[in-house]
Structure formats: structure tokens, C-alpha cells
């Protein structure tokens, strides 16, 4: 997925309603918390802070993207460790994405991400950097792997502990990568993110569900906070 030039957005503003709405309860550690309640879009903002009116439905309790033009919307409050797993299924030749400990690069809003591919319709190889399943264009699925197609929803789970952050798909590991050493450098080095300093070194941040084009649906967006949160 290319990850278009953007002016720069009033991040800020988001950081501002993160605040407002932490609660010591989402705090303790254990405490699964949904993202998405199956009935509206609470708890999800644009890139301005503002509620989420155009281009996300709510459709038989799973969250849909309509398609181009829909916009990337954030979690209201950032997240540092934590267990997310979420459900999904895009069209033939999909292709999305989930971003977590989003920040503010030079004006661009970036996030490590977890691939969302329809990789049959695609040429990538299953182990490439761009597949479904891989740190996007950091590197790329272990193992072999099974991707659903549209008519079923695929399982999918990230967690991140400090500086490690590990890919599930369909109940399978299949991607795992420390962040800030030197095997890290290297692969950001060779990465389109070589000129954003200290890409995903941050400890916390939001998280992002992109729109690159295409009709994508969620559901069961659930969280496990790892530790004290921001």
C-alpha cells in the first residue's frame, strides 16, 4: 500500500481528546476494553480529532468502510503495550491496513502496520514485506499462511510488549520483530520510513485503520492493555 504525502493535519488535536478521555479503569492491567461496540463509531476520530460523520458505517454490527474516500480514523486516546485482536474480510484483490503507535512524522501520520491483503489477487509472495500479515514493508510473514477469502473473516491479533511486537493471523504467529536494535535499523534503512527518524520507536501512540481504496469490513475490535497506559 502506498502511503500518500499529506499536508500537515492538527495531530494535536487528537492528542488532546487522548487525554480527555483516558480512565483509570482501561488502565489496569488485564482490562479487555472493545474498540468497537457493534453499534456506532464512539471512541474513533479523524486525523482532526473530530467524530467520525462520512465514509465508516455501522452494517449488521460490523464497522465497514465504504470504499475511496472513506479517510483513516484513530482510536480517541493512545495505547502503549497491549493485546489487539480484531476480525476482518476485504474484497477480491483488497488491500488495507491497521497502524498502531501512530505519531506525528514531519507532518505525515504514521504507525507500524499489520497488512491487510487479499494475497491471492496479488503478485507479492506470502513471505514478501508487502503480504498480508507482514510489518509493512519491514518485513515480511515467516510462514506459510491461510487468508480467507470475502465470504469468510479472518482472525487477526498484534501484540506489542516494549520492543517487541508480534503478528498473528488465523491463530498462527507469523511475524515477529524487535523494534530499536540493530536488526530493526537495518530493515527501516532499506524501507520507504528511512528518513522518518526513530520510526516506530516510540513507546505509545494511536491506532489507525486506514482506507487505501477498498471496501473493508471489522468486527470484534478488542484490546488488552499491557501495563499502565498514557
Not at 10 to 20: M, N, T
Not at 61 to 80: C, H, P, Q, S, V
Request: with cysteine.
Amino acid at each position: 500500500m502506498v502511503i500518500q504525502s499529506r499536508k500537515s493535519v492538527p495531530l494535536l488535536a487528537i492528542l488532546l481528546v487522548c487525554l480527555s478521555t483516558v480512565s483509570v479503569s482501561a488502565q489496569r492491567r488485564g482490562k479487555t476494553v472493545d474498540l468497537f461496540n457493534g453499534k456506532d463509531l464512539s471512541g474513533w476520530v479523524t486525523a482532526q480529532g473530530e467524530a467520525v460523520t462520512a465514509g465508516w458505517d455501522v452494517v449488521d454490527g460490523m464497522l465497514k468502510l465504504t470504499g475511496k474516500g472513506g479517510g483513516n480514523i484513530f482510536t480517541d486516546r493512545k495505547y502503549a503495550d497491549f493485546d489487539l485482536e480484531f476480525e476482518w474480510k476485504i474484497p477480491v484483490g483488497g488491500n488495507n491496513g491497521v497502524k498502531y503507535r501512530v505519531r506525528e512524522y514531519d507532518g505525515a501520520i504514521l504507525g507500524i502496520e499489520y497488512q491487510l491483503l487479499d494475497d491471492s489477487a496479488h503478485k507479492f509472495e506470502k513471505s514478501s514485506k508487502q503480504s498480508c500479515g507482514s510489518i509493512y514493508a519491514i518485513k515480511g510473514p515467516s510462514i506459510d499462511k491461510v487468508v480467507k477469502s470475502f465470504d469468510g473473516f479472518n482472525h487477526s491479533r498484534i501484540v506489542v510488549r516494549r520492543n517487541h511486537i508480534t503478528h498473528y493471523l488465523n491463530g498462527a504467529v507469523i511475524c515477529e520483530q524487535k523494534v530499536g536494535n540493530r536488526d530493526w535499523d537495518e530493515r527501516i534503512a532499506q524501507s520507504k520510513f528511512k528518513d522518518r527518524k526513530d520510526f516506530g520507536e516510540n513507546k505509545s501512540g494511536l491506532i489507525m485503520l486506514t482506507e487505501h481504496g477498498n471496501e473493508t469490513y471489522f468486527r470484534n475490535i478488542r484490546l488488552t492493555p499491557l501495563g499502565r497506559q498514557p
